[in-house]
């Protein structure tokens, strides 16, 4: 599934698109199946009792690692931003920046974690923006958000984006 914005629109905009997907995606069980199938290669040999925090962010940002990066193609006859769905971001195992990260925060509420969306600027004059997750991966743990970035080896964490903003999913 697709969600198509329009031409021009800001980056919150695009965010809230991209909250919509993940709740959509995190409604459907074989979306859920999907992502949680995606996720196994990734958390193999870790038990439930086993996972932490740090181990369920790891293994989402290991997940999206896997699928390839790159720069949304213009000129579909699509207006604006494509917001790939979960599913469909796994099938071409491929999605710019909201696609994989629609994907990090649908993975993450499926295994039970807070998630946002986030954009922050990427240029001077603010006019480029980067979308991102934002999970909060234990139930037990408040207040310790980390972010999936496509364009990231590892979780980082949130002060290291200045001026990012935020939307719960």
């Known amino acids: ?19 919509r997907q993940v709740r959509r995606a995190i409604a459907r069980p074989a979306t859920r199946i999907a992502v949680l ?5 990734y958390t193999r040999g ?3 009792t086993d996972l932490n925090g740090d181990q369920i962010a790891e293994s989402i ?10 720069r949304e193609p213009a000129g579909e006859g699509l207006p604006g931003e494509v917001i790939q769905g979960p599913p ?3 099938e071409l195992n491929g999605g710019d920046c909201d696609d994989i990260a629609v994907l990090a925060a649908t993975a993450a ?19 480029q923006a980067h979308i991102v997750a934002g999970v909060q991966p234990g139930w037990y743990q408040s207040g310790q958000w980390v972010i ?15 001026g990012a903003r935020w939307l719960r999913v």
């Open 37 to 41: 199938a995606a996720l196994r290669p």
């Open 109 to 127: 509420a499926v295994l039970g974690c807070k998630a946002a969306i986030g954009w922050y600027s990427t240029s001077s004059d603010g006019s």
């Open 46 to 48: 870790i038990g439930h």
């Open 88 to 90: 469909l971001t796994l």
């Open 1 to 19: 599934m697709r969600y198509s914005t329009q031409s021009g629109q800001h980056p919150d905009q695009v965010v809230a698109a991209c909250r």
């Open 148 to 162: 999936i970035d496509a364009q990231k080896e590892k979780p980082t964490h949130p002060e290291s984006l200045t």
């Open 61 to 70: 940002q290991r997940m999206v690692q896997a699928i390839t990066f790159y």
